[in-house]
C-alpha cells in the first residue's frame, strides 16, 4: 500500500481536515489545525506532503519519527499540529486496512464507555446558573466554564468576587454533586491567581484549567499547594519533551493533550503513559471537530489515567456548523447520559463527508481569536 495524494479543506466553524489517500482505495482522514493559524498549517501540511506520498501509510512510527526529526528544526504548534492530522489518518487508515477500531490496535480498549463534559457561559461568562442546569438535564454529569473575562496582571478584587460569584451561581444550580471546572484560559496573572484560586476551594471545583499560562507553570507548586482540588493544564504543551518537566516537577494534577496538537495518536498514546507513571490524569483538550474527538476517545479507551472527555457540540466557537455536520453518520459520537460508548467502527470509527467538506470548504473560514484590551489600552490576554 502506498501513499499517493493528501488533500486539505479549510471549513467552518474554524478546522481544518486532512484526506490520505492509497493506491488501495482505502482514504484516512484527519484535523491538522491550530485555532488561528489554520492557514499557516495547511502550508505545513503540503510540505510534509511532498515526502509523504509514496510511502506505506501503515508505517506509522517511522513515518511520524521521519516528519518529526528530518526537519531539523522541530516542534511548536504548527509543526506538532501538522504532524497530528496527518498521524490520526494514518491511524485511520491501518485500522480500515485491518478492519477494526483504532484502540484494538493500541492494545484493546480497558474501559466500555467514557464521560463527558460540555461547555457553557461563554469567552465572557454569563448566565452560567440557568445553562448549568439545562446541561445536567441533557444528561452530563460535569461541565466546564470560562472563570472569567479579561483580567489585569493585578486587578481589583471586585474582578475576583465577579468569577466567585459565578462559580457559587453554577454549583447552588446544580447541586453538589456536578463536576465543575474552571478554566482560567491563562487569562490570569500570578498574582491574581493566588487569591482567586484559594476563593475557589469553597464550591468544590472538579478542577481548575490553566490558572496561569504555560509558561508560568513552575510557580504552580507555590501558589496552588495545598489546595483541596486539582490542577489541570497542557493544551499549550506539544510534545512529550514538554509534559516531561511538567510531570517530573509535579506541576499539575491532569495534564490536557490535545491530539490535534500535540503530534496525534502517537505521540499523546507516549504522553498519557509518562503521566499514568507519575499518577497524574489526563483529559484531552478537544474543542475541535469530529475526527480530533474520536482521535480523543480511542486514546481515553486504552488509557487507565484518562477521566473524562472535553468535547466541543454546540460550545461558543462553533457558529456555521457543529461536530456532527461533518459525519455521514453521527451515531458513534452520540452522548446519552453523559457518556460515549466505545467506537467500534474500523479506523477511527467516524466516516467524514466528503461531498459536504468539499461544499463547506466553497465558504472556508478566516477564524481568529478576538483581541481583547485592558481599559489602559495594553494588550489582554484572551
Known amino acids: 500500500m ?29 484535523e491538522p489545525v491550530i485555532e488561528g493559524r489554520a492557514r499557516t498549517v495547511q502550508a505545513a501540511v503540503e510540505e510534509m506532503a ?28 504548527i509543526l506538532m499540529s501538522a504532524i497530528a492530522g496527518i498521524d490520526q489518518a494514518l491511524w485511520d487508515i491501518k485500522g480500515k486496512a485491518l478492519g477494526v477500531p483504532v484502540h484494538e490496535l493500541l492494545g484493546g480498549k480497558l474501559r466500555d464507555k467514557m ?12 448566565d452560567v446558573g440557568r445553562q448549568a442546569k439545562e446541561v445536567v ?17 493585578v486587578d481589583s478584587h471586585a474582578k475576583i468576587d465577579d468569577a466567585v460569584a459565578r462559580v457559587a451561581e453554577a454549583r447552588q444550580a446544580v447541586g453538589p454533586d456536578v463536576g465543575i471546572a474552571i478554566d482560567f484560559h491563562g487569562r490570569v496573572h500570578r ?5 482567586l484560586l484559594r476563593e475557589l476551594e469553597q464550591y468544590h471545583p ?3 484549567e490553566e490558572p496561569v499560562l504555560t509558561e508560568h507553570l513552575s510557580c504552580l507548586k507555590e501558589i496552588g499547594g495545598g489546595l483541596g482540588y486539582p490542577i489541570a493544564s497542557g493544551e499549550r504543551i506539544f510534545s512529550r519533551y514538554g509534559f516531561r518537566d511538567v510531570l517530573e516537577q509535579r506541576m499539575v494534577d491532569i495534564i490536557q493533550p490535545d491530539l490535534s496538537h500535540c503530534g496525534g495518536i502517537t505521540e499523546v498514546f507516549k504522553v498519557a503513559a509518562m503521566a499514568e507513571a507519575y499518577d497524574v490524569a489526563i ?25 473524562i472527555q472535553e468535547q466541543s457540540m454546540g460550545i ?7 461536530v456532527l455536520d461533518y459525519m455521514v453518520d453521527p451515531s458513534p459520537l452520540t452522548i446519552k447520559d453523559g457518556y460515549v460508548h466505545a467506537l467500534t467502527g474500523p479506523g477511527l470509527g467516524v466516516e467524514i463527508n466528503e461531498d459536504f467538506v468539499i461544499e463547506r470548504s466553497k465558504e472556508g473560514h478566516n477564524w481568529h481569536n478576538p483581541i481583547w484590551r485592558h481599559e489602559d489600552g495594553s494588550v489582554a490576554e484572551w
Open 50 to 77: 511532498e515526502i509523504l506520498v509514496g510511502r506505506d501509510p501503515r508505517h506509522i512510527q517511522d513515518i511520524w519519527q521521519m516528519l518529526y526529526r528530518t526537519g531539523f528544526y522541530r516542534g511548536g504548534p
Open 2 to 30: 502506498k501513499i499517493t495524494k493528501l488533500t486539505t479543506w479549510l471549513v467552518p466553524p474554524r478546522w481544518m481536515f486532512v484526506k490520505i489517500e492509497t493506491d488501495e482505495g482505502i482514504s484516512g482522514w484527519g
Open 115 to 126: 464521560r463527558m463534559y460540555c461547555w457553557i457561559g461563554g469567552d465572557r461568562p454569563n
Open 316 to 322: 461558543h466557537y462553533n457558529v456555521g456548523n457543529d
Open 283 to 307: 483529559a484531552p483538550h478537544c474543542p475541535l471537530g469530529p475526527c480530533t474527538l474520536a482521535a480523543s476517545l480511542h486514546l481515553d479507551f486504552v488509557s487507565y489515567n484518562a477521566f
Open 137 to 153: 438535564a441533557s444528561g452530563f454529569t460535569a461541565f466546564k466554564m470560562n472563570g472569567t473575562p479579561e483580567m489585569a496582571f
Open 191 to 195: 498574582p491574581m491567581a493566588k487569591a
Open 206 to 208: 472538579m478542577f481548575v
